[in-house]
């Protein structure tokens, strides 16, 4: 089973935030955990400190919280890494209304844009113009219109963004960790 499969989907954390007494969207932590990891490689004591600020809590309420919320950093982790690039972004899925699904991508972008706000100019003057490009483009994302109907056309819409949201962060990762992942390796070729 890979890393993708493991990963806990937005529900489950939304109702171990519940569980905390804590109305916080996932999307916006994750989209914070994700821009972390990519950035300074956030330990999982700082994930937990994070986790536990923006629930408004001093710790995770017992054990399982805590290592649920560690599983999910080590998850992210493993999948921002892994060669098949197959990072999501934690995201309410289609049990959801699509404005609840388009709130969600907002609040992801916001958390991912708000840790690379904190990371200062300095950190993106090394970046590719493919990769500032990707990351301005999120901030019109951002802002974007959340009270959408349900339609195949804003459906539409609302993949293409989210995938563009999700590619900026692969290359966000794969930036700032060269050779993590090792998108290029494979079998030699024969000659």
């Not at 950093?73 to 197959?86: G, I, K, M, Q, W």
């Not at 706000?117 to 802002?143: I, K, M, T």
């Not at 009270?147 to 804003?154: F, H, Q, R, V, Y």
Request: negative net charge.
């Amino acid at each position: 089973m890979s890393s993708i499969d493991e990963r806990p989907d937005f529900s489950t954390i939304a109702d171990l935030f519940l569980l905390h007494g804590s109305m916080q969207s996932p999307a916006f932590l994750d989209g914070r955990l994700c821009a972390s990891l990519a950035l300074h490689e956030l330990s999982t004591s700082g994930w937990l400190e994070e986790v536990c600020l923006g629930l408004g809590v001093e710790q995770p309420r017992d054990r399982e919280s805590g290592e649920a919320l560690l599983e999910w950093r080590r998850l992210t982790l493993e999948t921002l890494a892994d060669s098949s690039l197959n990072y999501e972004p934690l995201l309410p899925d289609e049990l959801y209304s699509l404005a609840e699904r388009a709130q969600g991508l907002r609040e992801w972008t916001l958390g991912f844009l708000e840790v690379i706000e904190d990371a200062g100019s300095e950190a993106r003057e090394g970046w590719s113009a493919p990769l500032r490009e990707a990351v301005d483009d999120l901030a019109a994302l951002a802002a974007m219109e959340t009270d959408i109907d349900d339609s195949a056309e804003n459906e539409n819409d609302l993949f293409a963004l989210t995938e563009h949201a999700r590619m900026a962060a692969m290359l966000l990762y794969t930036e700032q960790r060269p050779g993590q992942p090792q998108v290029e390796a494979g079998e030699p070729t024969q000659h």
